[in-house]
T-cell receptor, first 117, second 117 residues
Framework: DAGVTQSPTHLIKTRGQQVTLRCSPK?????VSWYQQALGQGPQFIFQ???????QRGNFPDRFSGHQFPNYSSELNVNALLLGDSALYLC????????????????FGEGSRLTVL | AQTVTQSQPEMSVQEAETVTLSCTYD???????LFWYKQPPSRQMILVIR????KQQNATENRFSVNFQKAAKSFSLKISDSQLGDAAMYFC??????????????WGLGTSLGVNP
């Protein structure tokens, strides 16, 4: 049973460029959330996708956008990169519980380390 | 807004000894979940233990247990018989439970735990 997989694991970009990060959720999961973790900080929520739509968004500018595909995988896109976008980007997956109490557990990938020069 | 505070940036413990990591939180909600996640150098967030606020009994998972004090809004993690593999960043996280499929977690800044042989 494959867990959450993310690609690429590391990448280096320059200011102004655009980047796309990818995530495949754990088998059986249909919801994907993205978090940004700056060095020495806790993760910050970017947004969440299920049923191919953005359902909730954190305090991030429109330069951060995403997409979810019919197979539940997801992409995170960041345009016009800034030095401050350098961080570990974590993808977390979960399964929607319809009509039942939600346990809240997220499963995480190993992250994509983005460095902006 | 909910907040999570971890007041110990770094802790250390001798192998086989017991250590307690502190976490406090602020919320006006009465029903929520609290989590401890471990992030080793491999970067992947791993769920250590989960506590539901409506349950009075403290959660336990093998060598890991929590001291949940709802009135004091305190949620500490106790690691017994510490092992070298316990060395990692530990994050405390909060999530509302009446949020449907909103799985946004609010995180503390983390505590770096070192284990001395």
């Amino acid at each position: 049973d494959a867990g959450v997989t993310q690609s690429p694991t590391h990448l280096i970009k320059t200011r102004g460029q655009q980047v796309t990060l990818r995530c495949s959720p754990k088998s059986g999961h249909d919801t994907v959330s993205w978090y940004q973790q700056a060095l020495g900080q806790g993760p910050q929520f970017i947004f969440q996708y299920y049923e191919e739509e953005e359902r909730q968004r954190g305090n991030f500018p429109d330069r951060f956008s995403g997409h979810q595909f019919p197979n539940y995988s997801s992409e995170l896109n960041v345009n016009a990169l800034l030095l401050g976008d350098s961080a570990l980007y974590l993808c977390a997956s979960s399964r929607r519980d319809r009509g039942r109490r939600v346990t809240g557990e997220l499963f995480f990938g190993e992250g994509s380390r983005l460095t902006v020069l | 807004a909910q907040t999570v505070t971890q007041s110990q940036p770094e802790m250390s413990v001798q192998e086989a000894e017991t250590v307690t990591l502190s976490c406090t939180y602020d919320t006006s909600e009465s029903d929520y979940y609290l989590f401890w996640y471990k992030q080793p150098p491999s970067r992947q967030m791993i769920l250590v233990i989960r506590q539901e606020a409506y349950k009075q009994q403290n959660a336990t998972e093998n060598r890991f247990s929590v001291n949940f004090q709802k009135a004091a809004k305190s949620f500490s993690l106790k690691i017994s018989d510490s092992q070298l593999g316990d060395a990692a960043m530990y994050f405390c996280a909060y999530r509302r439970s009446n949020a449907g499929n909103n799985r946004k977690l609010i995180w503390g800044l983390g505590t770096s735990l070192g284990v001395n042989p």
